[in-house]
C-alpha cells in the first residue's frame, strides 16, 4: 500500500426522518445564525424547505438565505454567498441540495472569513487558505457526487473558462434522507448514480497494482452501484435502492477508497472542463466520455480492466469488461454522443479543442495522456 493518513471530519445521520431526528441536537452546537443555502427551488415543492424552516425556527435560530445556487455553480455565486455570511454574522451554513449546492457552500465558508479571493489564492497562487471556514453542514436532496462528505469543491470560473477542484471546507454533518430524493427527475437520478459509479472506477484503475483492500472495496461499491441502478430500471422508486445509492454515493467519495492508492480521476478532469465550455450535466459528460477514455487506456492495463470486467458486469476479459459499461451505459438511457448533451454553446471541434487544451494531464492513471489524445477522445464523442 502507499503510505496515507485517513481522518474523517463528518458526521452522517442516514434514513428516513433523519432531519427531524437529528437537526434539533446538531443545531444545538451553533450560534444563532444560520445561512439556509439552496438550488433553483426544487426544496421549495417538495417540502424539504417547510420542513427545515420548521425545525430552524423551534431551534431559535435567525435565518438568512442564500438561494438560486446553480448547478455547475460559478465563483461569481461564491462571493455573493460570502457576502452574506460576513453581512448576517453566520455561524453556521446548511446547504440544502445536490452537489452543487454543497460545493458552492464549502467554497462560501472558506472564503466569508477572508478577504484574499480564494480562487487567486488556490487557483493561481497555489496556496491553501489560513483562516478556519464558517462551519457547515449538508442535507442532501440529490446524491451522486458524495461531495457531502469531503473537503474538496468544484467549481467554475466562467471568465477562466476552467472548472476545477479547490479544497474547502468539509461538512461537519450530513442529514442523508433518501426520501429527500423521490422527487429528483429520473435522468437525474441515474446520471447521479453514474457519478458514483465513476468515482469508483477512478479511485481504482489509479496506477497501484499492489494487492490492496481499497481495490476490493471499490469493485464493491461499482457492483452495488450496478445493481441498484437495475432495480431503479425496473422502479424509480424502490427506497432500499435508493438508500443503498445514496450511502454508495458517500462511500465512493469519502477517502475510504483512495486509503493507501493512487487515483486516475483524468476522466474527471475531462469532463470538468467539458463542462466549463458547455454546462453539461456531470454524470452525463462521464457517461459519454468513460467508454471512449476506457477504450484508450485498456490495452495499459488488460488484467485490472479483466478484473473489474468478472467483478462487476460478469465477463471475461479487459475489452469485455469496457464494452460490458458501454452496454451498461445504453441500458441506463444515458448519453452516448456529445450531440445528446444540453451544451449552452454549440459542439464544435474549435470547442473541443479548446476543452483538450484547458484539461488537466493527471500522472497517476496507467498511461499519461497528453493535450492531443485528449482531443482526439473528444473528437471520437461527437
Ligand atoms: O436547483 P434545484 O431546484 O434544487 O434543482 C436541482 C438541480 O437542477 C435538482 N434537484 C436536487 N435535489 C432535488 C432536485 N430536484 C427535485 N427533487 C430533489 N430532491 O437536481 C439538479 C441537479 O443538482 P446538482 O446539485 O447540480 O447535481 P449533482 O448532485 O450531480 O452535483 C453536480 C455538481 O457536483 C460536482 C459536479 O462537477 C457538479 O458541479 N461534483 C462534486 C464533487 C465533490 N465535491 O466531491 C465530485 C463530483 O465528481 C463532481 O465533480
Ligand atoms: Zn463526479
Known sequence: MENFVYEYPTKVCFGRGAAGQHLPGLLA???????????????????????LTGILKAAGKTVTEFSGIMSNPTFAKVREG????????????????????????????????????????????????????????????????????N??????????????????????????????????PRMQVLSGAFDTLSHAMETYFGRSDQDNVSDEVALAIMRST???????LRDINDYTARSNLMWTSAMAENGILKVGRLTDFECHQI???????????????????????YRHIVKDAPEKFARMGQAVFGVEG??????????????????TKMSQLRSKEEITPELLRQVADSTNLLPNGYRQLTHDEVYEILMECV
Not at 273 to 293: E, M
Request: charged share 15%; proline share 5%; net charge negative.
Open 29 to 51: 452546537g451553533y450560534g444563532p445564525n444560520v445561512l439556509l443555502a439552496y438550488g433553483g427551488g426544487s426544496i421549495k415543492k417538495n417540502g424539504v424547505y417547510e420542513e
Open 82 to 149: 460570502a457576502k452574506l455570511a460576513r453581512e448576517h454574522h453566520i455561524d453556521l451554513i446548511l446547504a440544502v441540495g445536490g452537489g452543487s449546492v454543497v460545493d458552492c457552500c464549502k467554497i462560501v465558508a472558506a472564503q466569508a472569513v477572508t478577504d484574499e479571493d480564494l480562487w487567486d489564492l488556490e487557483m493561481v497562487q497555489h496556496k491553501t487558505p489560513a483562516a478556519a471556514p464558517i462551519p457547515l453542514g449538508a442535507v442532501v436532496t440529490a446524491s451522486g457526487t458524495g461531495a457531502e462528505m
Open 151 to 184: 473537503g474538496g469543491a468544484v467549481i467554475t470560473n466562467e471568465s477562466a473558462k476552467i472548472k476545477g477542484g479547490m479544497f474547502a471546507a468539509a461538512p461537519r454533518f450530513a442529514i442523508l434522507d433518501p426520501d429527500y430524493t423521490m422527487t429528483l
Open 226 to 232: 450496478v445493481v441498484n441502478i437495475r432495480t431503479l
Open 271 to 293: 469532463e470538468h472542463q467539458l463542462g466549463a465550455y458547455t454546462d453539461c450535466n456531470h454524470g452525463q459528460g462521464l457517461a459519454v466520455l468513460h467508454p471512449v477514455y
Open 318 to 335: 479487459a475489452e469485455a469488461a469496457v464494452e460490458a459499461l458501454v452496454a451498461f451505459i445504453q441500458e441506463c438511457g444515458l448519453p
